[in-house]
Each structure stands twice: as C-alpha cells, then as structure tokens.
C-alpha cells in the first residue's frame, strides 16, 4: 500500500481559535489528508472538522482531558512521541508539541510560537491548569525543553507566522525559518445574524479570556468612557471574573457562532487588541470588513496593522493608554478601501500556496 502524500498534525483540537482555523484552510488545501492530534473535541472546536478523518491518541479517551486540555500538558510529549505518522510530507502545526511527532517522510512545522509556558509567561499560559498539573509542568520543564529542542531539529522545513516568531525560533532553536503568514478565513459575503441585544456602533474585543491577553484592561478602559459600548467575544478561565466586574456599557457574548462574528465586526466601530499576539489576526479580520483597530505595539500586531492606515498602536496594555488609543481610533478618517486591501493580502488561496510551495521542495525524490 502506497503512502498517503500529504497528512497534518495539530496539537490538539479541543478549541476555536486562529491556530484551528489554519489546520482547516490546510485541511481544505489537501482534502485526503488525516488529520493527527492528541485530543479532539468536535463539540468544542469547529464543527467543520466532523469532515476530515482525524486521528488521536490514547489520550483522547480520558473524557477530562478532551473538556480541559491544560490538565493533558505534562503527557503531550509522551502522547506525540506515539503517534507515528505515515505520509510523503507531514504539515505539523505546532505551539509545542506536534512537532515531536515521528514520520516516515519529510516534515514541515507551521510554528505559531516556541511553547510559551516553557520559554515565556509561563505562569499567565497555565491560568486555568490545576495545581498537580502545574507543579508536574514545573518538574518536568528541563526534560521537555530538551525534548523540545530534539522535536525542532527533526523539521525538514520550519516555517512562522511572524517576524516576532521567527526571532524566538532562532533564539529557541537556532533555526532559520521561513515567514509564512497564516490566512485571514472570513467571509464578508456570507450571510450575518446579529446576535440578541447587540446593536451597530460598539467598540469589539475578539479574544480568549486568558491573562496574557488583557481583556481586563480593555474593559476597565472602556468602563472610563460611559458614552461608549464594547462587546467582548470569547472564552476562557477568566469569563465568571470579568462577568462579575464588568460594566453596564460592556457586553460579554462569549463565543459566538460565525455569522454572528461578521456580522459583529461590521457593525463595531472598531476593534480593540491590548493581547500579547505571535500573529494579529483578528486585526485582519476587522479590516476585511473595512474596520480599523486600536491594538497592543508588540509581537505580531507589528506584521498586520499599519499604523496610521489599517490602525493604531498603543505601548502599554493598560487602561489610560487604551483609551488614548480608542479616541484617536473614533477621530480619525480611515479608508474603508486600503483596509480592505490590506485584508487580502493575506488570502487563503496565497498561504496554501506558500505552503504548497515548501511541500513539493521537501517531498521525497524531488
């Protein structure tokens, strides 16, 4: 029987957020690919994977880890150390630990960052982890750096998603990659429902509810300016804290289904960032609808805002800087028409084809 020519790996499919959406634009890309990963939830990440043949673990039978993948950290090396992969060229997808997978053909990693808890804000990364799963994590951290490092170098090709990325790759691993800038995969022509309660003109937060990413301060911000509403969509282990803070001008959806995503994001105002991002996605995202965003000055935000013409750039994620940043987002003329252009340079059409690019260099007898 004759290999499978191309197959994917993911970390774990047990979330919606941008790293999942680019596993299905690569999914789309090569429809016979199997799709591997420790954990999968079809209930909660995108119903779009129940289409694709994905392929688990042993681990993906412990129901509490596929509802609470952070409990899984410390067996995820072990997990992918297992799960053999039989194709010409497998695609890794990877923040730590797909790219350990052994294959019997070539390897691309799609690294969207070197594993954060191991490298960087470690303690912001595992809110939301138990207490043994931290204190393993802590203990076994020297042995899974060194893991890490052997997982990198098995990469025929290391591809990023951003300048910052690419900058930490070669602190991390001393690797060279390559920037690939993942695709914006929304659709501004398919129908949008809004969702109940929410009228046109708000300020919009599209962020997981995690501490790195500063949605506290976003609100607090907005909390200053009563004249003003902002509609916060996502979810995380900081929901029932902001819930229970949260002003009377600040509206938390949670997560929201895709038509109502776009219909949000042409009726907002603007889009508001204050996260620490590998790669400014939804910024993107905003600005195929024509919106400008305020956003945090650091790591992928500087790839996709051009400050001035799609954006700006604020140096603090806190409140007084935020609000700054949020007036001179209302007071200034954006033009809906290089927003969108911005927008559609990163098309999926064109990241498939970088990648299809770097899959026929790597591919066996090539």
Excluded at 141 to 165: F, K, M, N
């Amino acid at each position: 029987m004759s290999r499978p020519d191309v197959a994917l790996a993911h970390d774990y499919l047990t979330q919606r957020g941008g790293a999942e959406r680019v596993v299905l634009t690569l999914a789309g890309g090569y429809p016979g690919a199997a799709i591997h990963t420790s954990l999968y939830d079809p209930d909660g990440t995108f119903p779009e994977f129940r289409d694709y043949t994905v392929v688990t673990s042993p681990l993906d039978r412990i129901r509490i880890l596929r509802d609470h993948h952070r409990l899984a950290l410390p067996l995820l090396a072990l997990a992918f150390d297992r799960l053999h992969i039989d194709a010409e060229v497998t695609i890794c997808s990877s923040s730590g630990w797909a790219h350990g997978a052994p294959v019997t053909g070539a390897k691309i990693v799609y690294c969207y960052n070197p594993a954060r808890w191991l490298y960087q804000q470690r303690d912001q990364y595992l809110v939301g982890s138990s207490a043994l799963s931290s204190a393993a994590l802590a203990a076994m951290a020297p042995a899974l750096r060194r893991w890490d490092r052997r997982a990198a170098a098995t990469a025929d090709r290391y591809l990023v998603i951003s300048r910052a990325v690419r900058d930490r790759v070669a602190d991390v691993y001393g690797i060279d990659a390559d920037i690939v800038p993942p695709p914006v995969h929304i659709d501004v022509a398919a129908p949008a429902r809004a969702p109940a309660g929410v009228v046109p003109g708000f300020l919009l937060c599209v962020s997981r509810l995690l501490a790195y990413k500063n949605v506290g301060a976003v609100v607090e911000a907005v909390a200053r300016r009563p004249d003003l509403r902002l509609v916060v969509v996502g979810s995380g282990p900081l929901a029932e804290e902001l819930a229970a803070t949260a002003p009377s001008n600040v509206t938390l959806l949670g997560r929201v289904d895709d038509d109502e995503l776009r219909w949000l994001y042409g009726a907002c105002l603007g889009l508001v960032a204050a996260s620490y991002e590998d790669f400014g996605l939804t910024p993107l995202e905003a600005a195929a609808f024509g919106r400008p965003t305020a956003a945090l000055r650091w790591g992928g935000f500087l790839d996709t805002i051009v400050e001035g013409e799609t954006g700006v750039l604020f140096d603090e994620p806190e409140p007084t800087a935020i609000a700054a940043a949020i007036d001179e987002l209302l007071t200034t003329a954006w033009s809906e028409e290089a927003l969108v252009a911005h927008a559609s340079r990163y098309s999926p059409d064109r990241f498939l084809a970088s990648v299809a690019a770097v899959v026929d260099e790597v591919r066996p007898g090539r």
